[in-house]
């Protein structure tokens, strides 16, 4: 008889037990590439459960039913750590084939659907859409599709409309990887039927006016700008992949000198020319270096071993479109120098001033345009815009 009461005892010591181990014990986390991580989340697996069964620990029962939830719970750990590691390099096995080139098309499409009329978005969407299921990154894209549901956010939206046109209101995703699906969703959805687009800005990005294309522009401008920049970073993030256009180490001697790109302004050239001194830098003025019988390209190139380019736009010449007004404009060798520098150096690499109200190209998406004023400020932007490429600067002779 006292034995099973004892037996009575233990099974409903047994059953508590495993009560308490019903649902959500701990949260642990890991990094599948490092042993010791996972040693330690599967540590802190079995102190919880432990921990949960602690009243009944002398139970013969309840230790072999933890020993067995354990060993379960061990298994899924290193389970997901095999998985995350088979990710991991299959995704490393496809950066090696991911050039960076797919960056830049996605970053000119959305700048051409920047300025894209009625006539124009369908072509323009349609290419994003396009990248967007490319093999470089279709497998990040459809990840990030899965989380969002487009139908219900949509509809959502249209059930904020008021009695006045445009006052509806979208409730975007906080989580940055949702923001990103619900985009990349929004763009295929475009894609499918264009139409789609002009309704969808005139009910959310209605500007007030009865134009279409400005309605469109502003919610490219909102919507697909931001997206770009920030799915790039996310792939990059992913993949490891890095742009085609970052430059080789190079020489601490090479890497201190700043080929300056610049027009007919001599004082403008002249002002950068001195603080790039300054700040112990060496200023690589085309005209200044030795011409040996080279042409003007070949003279470029000669001398293009750089570490940084600074381009000066400053209002020599003027242009627009034929039948157009006209804009003051930099000179054509500076924007075809310009060109030039981004491909070779990458665009974090090169740094663009402009002057008054000069014409600035575009289809250079990330380039980084600043203004040259006469107060000042844009030495401390070039401070920072060299600092961020990863160069010594001393603030000292900026700021003095």
């Known amino acids: 008889m006292q034995g099973l009461n004892k037996l009575l005892k233990e099974l409903d010591q047994a059953q508590k037990a495993l009560a308490r181990l019903d649902g959500s014990l701990t949260t642990v986390e890991f990094d599948p590439n490092q042993p010791g ?54 995704r490393r096995d496809e950066s090696e084939h991911m050039d960076g080139t797919i960056f830049r ?32 990154v279709i497998e990040l894209s459809d990840e990030l599709v899965e989380l969002v549901d487009l139908d219900a956010w949509l509809a959502a939206g249209e059930a904020t409309q008021g009695g006045m046109v445009g006052s509806a209101e979208l409730d975007w995703p906080v989580d940055p990887r949702e923001e990103l ?14 139409d789609r687009a002009i309704n969808f800005a005139h009910t959310f990005y209605n500007s007030g006016g009865r134009k279409i294309t400005p309605e469109l522009q502003g919610m490219v401008a909102q919507v697909f700008v ?10 990059k993030q992913e993949t490891g992949i890095v742009e085609l256009t970052t430059i080789p180490e190079r020489t601490v001697s090479t890497a201190r000198k700043v ?27 085309l005209h200044e270096q030795a011409s040996g019988n080279r042409t003007v390209i070949e003279k470029i190139e000669a001398n293009s ?20 007004s006209t804009q003051p404009r930099a000179r054509q060798n500076v924007i075809l120098e310009l060109g030039y520098f981004v491909g070779k150096l990458g665009r974090s690499r090169v740094a663009v001033f ?12 990330g380039v980084v345009y600043i203004q040259l004023d006469g107060a000042g400020a844009w030495q401390q932007a070039l401070g920072k815009e060299l600092k961020e490429a990863g160069f010594d600067v001393d603030w000292n002779e900026i700021m003095g």
């Open 354 to 365: 402009k002057q008054g109200d000069v014409e600035v190209p575009s289809d250079f998406g």
């Open 226 to 235: 931001p997206f770009g920049r920030d799915f790039i970073d996310h792939v």
């Open 259 to 285: 080929f300056v790109v610049h027009g007919h302004s001599e004082a403008a050239k002249e002002k950068m020319a001195r603080l790039l001194s300054r700040l112990d830098f060496e200023p690589i003025i």
């Open 181 to 194: 699906g619900m985009t990349i969703a929004l763009a295929h959805w475009f894609a499918d039927k264009p």
């Open 105 to 136: 098309k996605i970053e000119n499409t959305i700048d051409d659907l920047k300025w894209a009329d009625m006539n124009t978005f369908d072509r323009h969407i349609k290419k994003l859409s396009n990248l967007l299921k490319s093999d470089e």
């Open 37 to 90: 991580s996972i040693h330690a989340a599967i540590s802190k697996m079995e102190g919880a459960v432990d921990a949960s069964v602690a009243t009944y620990a002398r139970n013969p029962m309840v230790k072999e039913l933890t020993d067995g939830i354990k060993a379960n719970l061990k298994k899924q750990i290193e389970q997901r750590a095999a998985k995350a590691q088979t990710i991991a390099a299959d």
């Open 305 to 324: 071993d750089v570490g940084f380019a600074v381009v000066l736009l400053t209002p020599d010449d003027v242009g627009g479109p034929l039948g157009g």
